[in-house]
């Protein structure tokens, strides 16, 4: 074990002493010796802070383990160091919701301990995340109050970090005067505190400045700085942009040749580090170099990386948006409650204050006691009403809350499907047309294509049916139209509706629905149930499968089954099926999509209609749905129109 006395010093040392790299190793190698107290509490938050940016995957479990013996010791400083590592981690792999909470709660541990640099940093990762939704103003707001923070704490290296944040972020909204004033205040800063990494990101934004007025020789120089710097603190991050921009400003200038090293280096980096978004747009860059050299077979193969890259890439950003939302709204609940529970408070207190201005009163002033006894009983009275106002405000809060819940819940819904399961096929259609136009494809190439083109814009408007159907269910309701209507022969309607892709899998479908079975129901209900059940059955089925539509007459109902022989489900999926907030969706024996709402829509017009849905289903053996509807008799038919006619 090292002293402690030397693992304080160590602390103390500045970071422009010597080399991050060389403090980083330093620190390792201390903390592997070091008792489980708060020095290497504070010793693992320094190592974090260090190479975040460089490696973080490398600082993930070092940021885990100062948290996990930060809450140990009960070590209320190093938990709100330990979290705002953790937050700028997660905001580097893009979970932007998980960053955003871990951000907030550091932020209340600073603001109990009145740690300025601390609330400055954590208003600065706020601001970040801000940035990534394109919330470029509210950013700035944030970067600018990070910034009063960092000021008041004298903390001047979180300062310069601010400049440079709000100078990228004016790139953002085009004011490059801006950008110019608040690069140079940090390349100024940052040299006084001989902070490389502040100096490589404010010249960045010059370069990036230069750029946009296409000063290439000024920008050029500028991201060779930038470069260096990178490559000395091993700042993999800032590395990958660097290489990114130098090769944009070769492909602006149509010099290919040199553009296509850099993009490829950067490619590795960004490969190697994962760092999605400066891949990305790196692959689109080499589409480019390669588009305009005439070699299409490498322009194709990295379009097909590019568009792999931005769906999972749009996937994941869609998906965090909306988690990110969602994190504020309950933050932004949370302190709405600690709001109303302090008015509360308050008003409690107040009324206890009262009360024993009251009491005092009545004993020192027993002469005045019929007046006080209709002081009492008026103040009864108010308090009465007020409280029966109170009830109703509560009331009408809760009657809004639920409201609010289930629009929240219908929007993740709605952005869910439109951000991916629409957009997705639609973007791959739109990359694929692009290539046959520029050429990349011949008509000969382009017709194997067709096929597999014509069954996703099958799929397509399937999804979109199925989606204006439940849209119309949320926002306005279903309404239900019963009528009196044979069964087989609207299963035989849907069965001739999936021939063709029914034929295509070899999957045999068979209607054992009996003709004098006739249901009273809405039948467009019905009609979409029978294409949901008989759709799903395809789709999990395995070629040379079959699919059995039956009957069983239960009393006054008939439960109709559908059957397949297909891969079949386990429990905890079936368990998940039928809820909307479990909801999921897999991909066909032949990788076929879904959007996931169709046996939610399928559940609801059952139900609608007076029946129940199930499910009995086992891996490798199938699934068979299974639904009821009230069954009319035919000779009730007949004697229902026969009335009618009289």
């Keep these: ?83 705002e590592n953790l937050a700028w981690i997660h905001y580097r792999r893009g979970d932007y919701s998980r960053a955003f909470k871990l951000s907030t709660e550091s932020l209340r541990i600073y603001e109990s301990l009145n740690d300025r640099a601390g609330i400055a940093n954590c208003y600065n990762h706020i601001a970040a995340f801000l940035y990534e939704q394109k919330q470029y103003t509210q950013a700035i707001e944030n970067f600018t109050k990070a910034m009063e923070f960092s000021t008041s704490a004298n903390d ?30 940090a390349l100024v800063l940052g040299k006084l505190i001989n902070n490389q990494y502040i100096v490589a990101t404010a010249t960045r934004s010059l370069g990036d400045v230069d750029l946009h007025f296409r000063r290439y020789e000024q920008a050029i120089q500028k991201y060779r700085e930038v470069y260096s710097a990178a490559t000395s603190l091993n700042n993999t991050f800032l590395l990958a942009s660097v290489l990114h921009r130098m090769g944009k400003v070769y492909v602006e ?75 504020r709204f309950d933050s932004e609940m949370k302190e709405t409650k600690i709001e109303l529970l302090t008015k509360e408070a308050q008003l409690k207190q107040e009324e206890i204050n009262s009360q024993r201005v009251w009491m005092y009163f009545y004993i020192g002033s027993l002469s005045l006691f019929v007046l006080l006894a209709f002081v009492l009983l008026f103040n009864y009275q108010v308090k009465k009403k007020a409280n029966i106002r109170l009830e109703e405000k509560n009331a009408e809060i809760e009657r809004q809350a639920r409201e609010l819940g289930s629009l929240n819940v219908a929007k993740d819904k709605l952005f869910s499907i439109i951000s991916h399961d629409l957009r997705s096929p639609l973007s791959s259609l739109k990359g694929l047309m692009d290539l046959v136009i520029e050429g990349a494809l011949s008509k000969d190439e382009f017709m194997p294509v067709a096929k597999n083109l014509k069954h996703t814009l099958e799929s397509v408007q399937e999804n979109l049916d199925n989606l204006l159907y439940w849209a119309q269910s949320q926002l306005k309701g279903l309404q239900v139209n019963p009528e009196t209507f044979q069964v087989r022969s609207l299963v035989d309607e849907k069965i001739k509706l999936f021939h063709e892709i029914s034929k295509a899998k070899n999957i045999t479908i068979v209607n054992e629905i009996e003709d004098q079975l006739y249901v009273h129901a809405d039948k467009n209900h019905i009609r979409l149930v029978f294409r949901n059940l008989i759709a799903n059955a395809i789709k999990f089925s395995l070629s040379g499968g079959s699919i059995l539509v039956r ?32 909801h999921f969706t897999n991909p066909g024996t032949q990788k076929e999509k879904g959007i ?28 068979t749905f299974v639904f009821t509807l009230k069954r009319i008799t035919v000779a009730v038919k007949r004697e229902a129109v026969y009335s009618h006619s009289l």
């Design 596 to 623: 996931g709402i169709g046996l939610l829509l399928t559940k609801e017009f059952v139900e609608k209609n007076g029946g129940a849905i199930w499910v009995n289903s086992e891996i490798g053996k199938g699934s």
């Design 1 to 83: 074990m090292f002293p402690r006395g030397l693992l304080i010093v160590l602390l103390m040392i500045p970071t422009a002493a010597f080399s991050q790299r060389d403090k980083a190793d330093s620190l390792e190698v201390f903390i592997n010796n070091s008792h489980e107290d708060t020095i290497k509490v504070q010793l693992l938050n320094e190592l974090v802070t260090i190479i975040r940016d460089r490696d973080a995957r490398k600082a993930f479990p070092y940021a885990r383990q100062a948290r996990d013996l930060a809450r140990v010791l009960g070590y209320n400083r190093g938990m709100g160091k330990a979290l």
């Design 253 to 327: 200038r149509k010099q290919y040749d040199k553009a296509l090293p850099y993009l490829l280096e950067t490619l590795e980096v960004s490969k190697r580090y994962e760092h999605k978004d400066e891949l990305e747009r790196t692959c689109k860059l080499i589409v480019e170099v390669y588009m305009a050299r005439n070699d299409l077979k490498k322009a194709f193969e990295y379009q097909v990386h590019y568009i792999q890259i931005h769906d999972s890439l749009n996937d994941q950003r869609n998906s965090e948006q909306v988690s990110l939302m969602q994190a």
């Design 551 to 582: 009957q069983r007459l239960v009393d006054g109902q008939v439960e109709i089954s559908v059957s397949d022989s297909g891969v079949g489900m386990n429990a905890r999926d079936v368990g998940k099926l039928f809820r909307p907030e479990t």
């Design 156 to 185: 001047k290296a979180t300062t310069a970090r601010c400049f440079t944040n709000i100078a990228f972020t004016y790139i953002s909204l085009e004011q490059y005067d801006s950008t110019i004033r608040y690069a140079n205040r």
